[in-house]
């Protein structure tokens, strides 16, 4: 046989058997495919920068993780400070129209919180910034050399409430802290309070905090924040904020004004948490630290009680602009 003929009838055999298997491809229809990346420690896919935007419904995603979320930005003007103890900080929310935010409905009775902690948590703030007209919040803060976190929790008109973390970083040399050790007791000018609780992944948990002072139960804690105390929580690492919501109301006829306030939180993961604690009692606000682990050990808890630093301006304890 001629090589032209060899060769044209290999062809046909090719295109032969191309055809058997494009209609078997046919007959069977397509092989699915799942196309969304591998997720991981609290949703976010392998290789995912957490300060980048998100489409992913809020309440999947650990707050403060994100710069960016359902549309909402959290811009700094300045992404580096120098340290003092009146530094003005100033952001703004922008929309998905890219404008920013200037309608937001008040969440605890304010309408926007900003928790600034250092990221060794040697330093730690819950402010409420002023916003100006044109959409640009506010505020002076007490900054200490190193990296910072800034959280804005919010509600925009219309939209879910949501938790949007910026880095700061301030300028001078800084020794970081060495981890801590489990606390579960705090001082505070005078005041000692207690944590008693366990927190579980993916559960609601319940905690109790216990506010005494000079060894006697405060039975008449002032309302803050629609509550007798405001906890925020705090995953060692990453620093995701957490859902922290009270039990009961002041004046709901059956919450109690102390000593026990008790919370409902729910954690991602095991590991390391902190929590802080802003009570108000005869017209000021103070802060209590704790530093809890999830992890099946444990290290070995601190039974004495700590001052755990904080930052707070000095009027009532906290800006409340």
Same mark, same amino acid.
């Given at each position: 046989?001629?090589?032209?003929?060899?060769?044209?009838?290999?062809?046909?055999?090719?295109?032969?058997?191309?055809?058997?298997?494009?209609?078997?491809?046919?007959?069977?229809?397509?092989?699915?495919?799942?196309?969304?990346?591998?997720?991981?420690?609290?949703?976010?896919?392998?290789?995912?920068?957490?300060?980048?935007?998100?489409?992913?419904?809020?309440?999947?995603?650990?707050?403060?993780?994100?710069?960016?979320?359902?549309?909402?930005?959290?811009?700094?003007?300045?992404?580096?400070?120098?340290?003092?103890?009146?530094?003005?900080?100033?952001?703004?929310?922008?929309?998905?129209?890219?404008?920013?935010?200037?309608?937001?409905?008040?969440?605890?009775?304010?309408?926007?919180?900003?928790?600034?902690?250092?990221?060794?948590?040697?330093?730690?703030?819950?402010?409420?910034?002023?916003?100006?007209?044109?959409?640009?919040?506010?505020?002076?803060?007490?900054?200490?050399?190193?990296?910072?976190?800034?959280?804005?929790?919010?509600?925009?008109?219309? +939209?879910?409430?949501?938790?949007?973390? !910026?880095? #700061?970083? %301030?300028?001078? @040399?800084?020794? $970081?802290?060495?981890? *801590?050790? /489990?606390?579960?007791?705090?001082?505070?000018?005078?005041?000692?309070?207690?944590?008693?609780?366990?927190?579980?992944?993916?559960?609601?948990?319940?905690?109790?905090?216990?506010?005494?002072?000079?060894?006697?139960?405060?039975?008449?804690?002032?309302?803050?924040?629609?509550?007798?105390?405001?906890?925020? +929580?705090?995953?060692?690492?990453?620093? !995701?904020? #957490?859902? %922290?919501?009270? @039990?009961?109301? $002041?004046?709901?006829? *059956?919450? /109690?004004?102390?000593?026990?306030?008790?919370?409902?939180?729910?954690?991602?993961?095991?590991?390391?948490?902190?929590?802080?604690?802003?009570?108000?009692?005869?017209?000021?606000?103070?802060?209590?630290?704790?530093?809890?682990?999830?992890?099946?050990?444990?290290?070995?808890?601190?039974?004495?009680?700590?001052?755990?630093?904080?930052?707070?301006? !000095?009027?009532?304890?906290?800006?409340?602009?």
């Amino acid at each position: 046989m001629s090589t032209p003929v060899r060769v044209f009838g290999f062809l046909l055999a090719l295109a032969a058997a191309f055809g058997i298997a494009l209609g078997v491809g046919n007959a069977v229809g397509p092989f699915e495919t799942n196309d969304e990346p591998a997720a991981h420690d609290g949703g976010h896919a392998e290789g995912h920068d957490p300060d980048q935007s998100s489409t992913t419904p809020a309440a999947d995603i650990p707050g403060g993780l994100m710069v960016s979320q359902d549309g909402f930005t959290l811009e700094l003007q300045k992404t580096r400070a120098e340290p003092g103890s009146d530094v003005a900080v100033a952001f703004t929310i922008t929309g998905p129209d890219g404008a920013p935010v200037t309608a937001y409905d008040v969440e605890h009775d304010k309408q926007l919180h900003l928790i600034a902690v250092r990221r060794d948590f040697t330093g730690f703030q819950h402010v409420h910034p002023e916003l100006a007209p044109d959409g640009t919040w506010g505020i002076d803060l007490d900054l200490t050399p190193g990296a910072w976190r800034l959280f804005a929790d919010f509600k925009a008109t219309g +939209a879910e409430a949501l938790t949007l973390g !910026a880095d #700061l970083e %301030v300028s001078g @040399d800084h020794q $970081p802290a060495a981890p *801590a050790v /489990e606390t579960r007791t705090a001082s505070v000018d005078g005041y000692e309070v207690t944590l008693d609780g366990e927190l579980a992944p993916g559960t609601d948990a319940k905690l109790k905090v216990t506010v005494s002072k000079d060894g006697r139960p405060v039975t008449d804690l002032q309302p803050y924040l629609d509550a007798y105390g405001h906890l925020v +929580a705090l995953r060692e690492g990453d620093l !995701a904020y #957490l859902h %922290v919501h009270p @039990d009961g109301t $002041p004046g709901d006829g *059956a919450t /109690e004004a102390g000593p026990d306030v008790v919370f409902y939180a729910t954690v991602p993961s095991a590991g390391g948490y902190r929590l802080y604690l802003d009570f108000k009692h005869r017209g000021v606000v103070r802060t209590a630290a704790f530093a809890i682990d999830t992890a099946g050990t444990t290290p070995a808890a601190n039974d004495e009680p700590v001052d755990v630093p904080t930052e707070a301006p !000095a009027d009532d304890g906290h800006a409340d602009h």
